[in-house]
């Protein structure tokens, strides 16, 4: 079974772009969760969405949303992006909320 | 709120001695504790889990962990460390009732010959 896949894999922007980063979840899991994973630190939760919806967000400003697909699939928009939002970022998929998340390999963003 | 500890940020071992990896957790209800790894340039692979049941948890690759409440830790070992077993380790708190992961700040393995 394929596992959890994320697009694009690199990403290079300049301060005050916008930026879109896809995740197709492991097949017949409902839920994905973002993660973000700056050098040297652990991931910080960002979102979770569960059936289309949003069940939880983490401390990440409003210029960071998502949304999920009837397919499950996700996208994880970064508006007006800032140095600091360089980072790996990480999509995991679950069957349900609470289950185990299995993480897809992410894409790393540079911000110029 | 949920929090990890990871006493830590750099454990090296020769190969063939044993590893231990600290991991202490704050929590309101039970928790459910998890360990990660991450290889240079990849995501995250789940190594073991304890959600109920059994509190000494075996993984994949050989380790091990025990979650002891008294002691609010999650400790994760390995018997005898091999050169494969170099990465980024990460301990991770959620419970019955949230949907999110709170890591640790990661300790990095290096493993000597």
């Known amino acids: 079974d394929a596992g959890v896949t994320q697009s694009p894999t690199h990403l290079i922007k300049t301060r005050g772009q916008q930026v879109t980063l896809r995740c197709s979840p492991i097949?017949?899991?409902?839920?994905v969760s973002w993660y973000q994973q700056v050098l040297g630190q652990g991931p910080q939760f960002i979102f979770q969405y569960y059936e289309k919806e949003e069940r939880g967000r983490g401390n990440f400003p409003d210029r960071f949303s998502a949304r999920q697909f009837p397919n499950y699939s996700s996208e994880l928009n970064v508006n007006a992006l800032l140095l600091g939002d360089s980072a790996l970022y990480l999509c995991?998929?679950?069957?349900?909320?609470?289950?185990?998340?299995?993480f897809g390999p992410g894409t790393r963003l540079l911000v110029l | 709120a949920q929090s990890v500890t990871q006493l830590g940020s750099h454990v090296s071992v020769s190969e063939g001695a044993l590893v231990l990896l600290r991991c202490n957790y704050s929590?309101?209800?039970?928790?459910?504790l998890f360990w990660y790894v991450q290889y240079p340039n990849q995501g995250l692979q789940l190594l073991l889990k304890?959600?109920?049941?059994?509190?000494l948890v075996k993984g994949i690759n050989g380790f091990e962990a025990e979650f002891k409440k008294s002691e609010t830790s999650f400790h994760l070992t390995k018997p005898s460390a091999h050169m494969s077993d170099a990465a980024e380790y990460f301990c991770?708190?959620?419970?019955?009732?949230?949907?999110?992961?709170?890591f640790g700040a990661g300790t990095t393995v290096t493993v000597r010959a």
């Open positions: 929590s309101s209800v039970p928790p459910y």
């Open positions: 304890y959600t109920t049941g059994a509190t």
């Open positions: 991770a708190v959620s419970s019955p009732n949230d949907y999110k992961l709170s």
């Open positions: 995991a998929s679950v069957l349900t909320p609470i289950e185990t998340q299995y």
């Open positions: 097949s017949g899991h409902k839920s």
